[in-house]
């Protein structure tokens, strides 16, 4: 398996733009998760997905994120506008439903900038 | 709400010396403790958990690690370092309540090993 797989790695924009990251999770995994790591909060959980529904989102920091799983194969996490204060790794992780406390297998990462 | 606290954000340590990283938490209801590694530039990876049963739980790599109820504390360990532990490490913690689900993450701590 390839693990899961996020796009795009890098992403270098303009404050006001709209930005949009996509993360594809390992094949048969039923909860998918995404965190954003900073220098000066450190990593968070933004929100939580199973089987394509939003579980929690009490961790989105504000209206301008929202993040979609339109199939069990895909997911987006949008910013709209992009702030400077946006800049972070954000990532994607996902796991399978076989126990309590099973691993969460983490994407790459994508490093956004916000200019 | 739980928290996590990792009180070194940096060990150094010679190669094949041991090392403790120190984890404590506070909860006001039962966790599932975790240890993750993130090396340069990828995602987190499960190092060990400890769930229940044994407080003494062994992970990849040689690491280990003591739950410690009284003290609230989940210290990981190694006896003898390589130079290719050089990474981040961060502890986090999950209710009960939700599974493991959503992880509360410390700070992380930077190992660095010199030769």
């Known amino acids: 398996d390839a693990g899961v797989i996020q796009s795009p790695r890098h992403e270098v924009t303009e404050m006001g733009q709209e930005v949009t990251l996509r993360c594809k999770p390992i094949s048969g995994h039923d909860y998918l998760f995404w965190y954003r790591q900073t220098m000066m909060r450190g990593l968070e959980l933004l929100i939580y997905f199973n089987n394509n529904v939003p579980i929690d989102d009490s961790g989105m920091p504000e209206d301008r994120f929202s993040a979609k799983m339109p199939n069990a194969s895909f997911s987006t996490l949008k910013i709209q506008p992009s702030e400077p204060r946006d800049s972070a790794v954000y990532f994607c992780?996902?796991?399978?439903?076989?126990?309590?406390?099973?691993?969460?297998?983490f994407g790459p990462g994508t490093r956004l900038t916000v200019l | 709400a739980q928290s996590v606290t990792q009180l070194d954000s940096q060990v150094p340590v010679f190669e094949e010396a041991p090392v403790e990283l120190r984890c404590n938490y506070s909860?006001?209801?039962?966790?599932?403790l975790f240890w993750y590694v993130q090396y340069p530039n990828q995602g987190l990876q499960l190092l060990l958990k400890?769930?229940?049963?044994?407080?003494l739980v062994k992970g990849i790599n040689g690491f280990e690690a003591e739950f410690n109820k009284s003290q609230t504390s989940f210290h990981l360990r190694k006896p003898s370092v390589h130079i290719s532990d050089t990474a981040e490490y961060f502890c986090?913690?999950?209710?009960?309540?939700?599974?493991?689900?959503?992880?509360?993450f410390g700070g992380g701590t930077r190992l660095m090993v010199k030769p």
């Open positions: 992780a996902s796991r399978i439903t076989s126990g309590i406390g099973d691993e969460q297998f």
């Open positions: 986090a913690v999950s209710a009960h309540n939700n599974a493991g689900n959503m992880l509360t």
């Open positions: 909860s006001s209801v039962s966790v599932y």
């Open positions: 400890y769930l229940s049963g044994s407080t």
